[in-house]
């Protein structure tokens, strides 16, 4: 995709610069680095991205679907908020300079920010702080008991692993953190993250649904 | 825009060179802040053409067009660094705390594009912002969390 190769984000995901290294979520057991972001079918198959399963069969998958697309929604609705909140977001845009494109939206998302920020009366850094401060780093997944059988994938974790093992990631190893293991560790992380739907928790939200 | 907002804008910006209240030449005192801002707002808010608030700004559609350039300029040279950055350490903890309570262990949040489609395009750099409606457009790219925080 040609959006994905100009995104500052995602250049500096394959720089190896952004999801810090420094964080560790556990499913299944089975701990990785790469934290991803919930995105739609648009994407490509990367391990950056959670993306929902095209065809679910079965509840599992199914269940994986809806919490996705509940996640998925958060954007969705960003766009609504903030495009009613800053009309000239909404209309064609009359300038003519893509720089100034660039920084009417960058302004208008820093004042929907200070407006989010605003409505919580500093609701949400205080309560980040405080959530973090309370957690104090020890949290696992909650999918420990579950016993799988499906996993067919790589049995290491996806390169963020390797390359923390690695330590000093250089250049090549850097660049091909966010891309290169395309479809396998997708793959891979998708199956795990659906086994991960194997738990009480999430039986029981299925029956709520 | 809530008006506690608006006041911490305008509290930054009116004593800044373009927007306080100058005196020309002539002696007579010239546009006060809150008439630049409010009109910059207007564009920005409500999506308006620069001449739309002239008579109730009385200030001219270039003056309104300097404005809404200078007041993006200033917010994003103010706060972008606040406001539009990566979560820290400890935000990113809370994001991945609240995704876990809500079924996505680990997730970092929600991406997602969209298209702003693009008027005054020009003509040099219109086939490079096709979108597949055959508009020009911009794609826009964001990650929001729960709180539509961006």
Redesign the interface.
Do not use: K
């Given at each position: 995709m040609n959006v994905m190769a100009s995104s500052p984000l995602i250049l500096d995901v394959n720089a190896g610069a952004w999801p810090q290294r420094t964080y560790k979520y556990t499913l299944n057991g089975r701990s990785r680095r790469l934290l991803p972001y919930a995105a739609d079918a648009g994407y490509p198959r990367n391990a950056l991205f959670a993306l929902p399963h095209l065809k679910p069969d079965g509840p599992k998958l199914l269940v994986y679907n809806f919490l996705q697309e509940a996640g998925r929604k958060d954007t969705e609705r960003l766009y609504a908020v903030w495009w009613s909140r800053w009309f000239i977001m909404k209309y064609p845009a009359r300038y003519v300079s893509v720089l100034r494109l660039i920084k009417t939206a960058k302004a208008t998302a820093i004042l929907h920010n200070m407006d989010v920020d605003h409505k919580r009366h500093g609701f949400i850094a205080a309560v980040r702080r405080s959530a973090a401060a309370a957690d104090g780093g020890s949290r696992t997944g909650d999918g420990q008991s579950a016993a799988f059988t499906k996993d067919a994938g790589p049995q290491q974790d996806c390169a963020w692993g390797e390359a923390v093992a690695a330590a000093t990631p250089h250049e090549p190893e850097a660049a091909d953190d966010g891309r290169g293991p395309i479809v396998g560790s997708a793959r891979y992380m998708h199956m795990a993250e659906t086994e991960a739907k194997n738990t009480d928790r999430h039986l029981s939200l299925l029956n709520d649904l | 825009?809530?008006r506690?907002?608006f006041h911490?804008?305008f509290r930054a910006i009116y004593d800044q060179p373009f927007w306080r209240r100058s005196v020309n030449a002539t002696g007579r005192p010239q546009a006060h802040a809150i008439q630049k801002v409010a009109a910059a707002l207007r564009?920005?808010?409500?999506?308006e053409?620069v001449d739309r608030a002239d008579e109730y700004c009385r200030l001219s559609c270039s003056t309104i067009d300097d404005a809404t350039?200078r007041?993006?300029?200033f917010?994003?040279d103010k706060?972008?660094s606040t406001?539009?950055r990566?979560p820290t350490?400890?935000?990113?903890?809370?994001?991945?705390?609240?995704?876990?309570a809500?079924?996505?262990?680990?997730?970092?949040?929600?991406?997602?594009?969209?298209h702003?489609?693009?008027?005054?395009?020009?003509k040099a750099?219109g086939g490079q912002y096709l979108d597949r409606k055959g508009r020009r457009s911009?794609?826009?790219?964001?990650?929001?969390?729960?709180?539509?925080?961006?």
């Open positions: - | 825009m809530p506690p907002v911490r804008l564009v920005l808010g409500f999506g053409s350039h007041l993006t300029e917010i994003i706060w972008e406001y539009l990566r350490d400890v935000e990113l903890e809370h994001i991945l705390t609240r995704n876990a809500r079924g996505m262990p680990g997730c970092m949040g929600s991406i997602d594009y969209t702003w489609q693009w008027h005054n395009f020009a750099l911009v794609v826009i790219e964001t990650v929001c969390d729960e709180d539509l925080y961006i």
